[in-house]
């Protein structure tokens, strides 16, 4: 082994394998953001109901990998896992316990998509309230608060 060669095993095994794009590869647990079909924050994951587009994702792709937060519930995370399960998609739990990412839940593809929306956005429609009718205000008003 030439002395370069010999630097660079030992430093793989100090400090692991040379990885590209780190910061990226922890923010999307342990996956590049442009293998990323679909991302759910951690919040989002956390809700009762399991998201529609991640679901039809999983039908839609066969080949998609499922990456989860290690650092959310297992109670959370088990309705995704129930998911892939039943589509046939493998799944990884990321434990990064140095790094803090708000992505609770990835699908990626094992090669670059570049697809440019990748996270799901939820819009709650707050229902309109009909104006109620001003009250009069006078000195017997003050008494019954």
Known sequence: MTESKVEDYLK???YGPKVTN??????????LRERVE?????????????????????KNHSKLHLYLNGQIDYRFLSKYIKLANQNDIQFTIENNKEHKTDI????AHEDAVNKENIYVTK???????????K??????SFFKK
């Open 22 to 31: 780190p910061d990226e590869r922890r923010q999307f647990l342990g996956t």
């Open 12 to 14: 793989q095994g100090m």
């Open 104 to 107: 609770g839940l990835v699908l």
């Open 135 to 140: 009250k009069k205000k006078g000195l017997f």
């Open 38 to 58: 679909i991302a759910l924050t951690q919040a989002q994951v956390m809700e009762q109901e399991t998201f529609k587009e991640v679901e039809q994702a999983m």
């Open 123 to 133: 819009s709650v429609i707050q229902p309109e309230l009909e104006p109620q009718p």
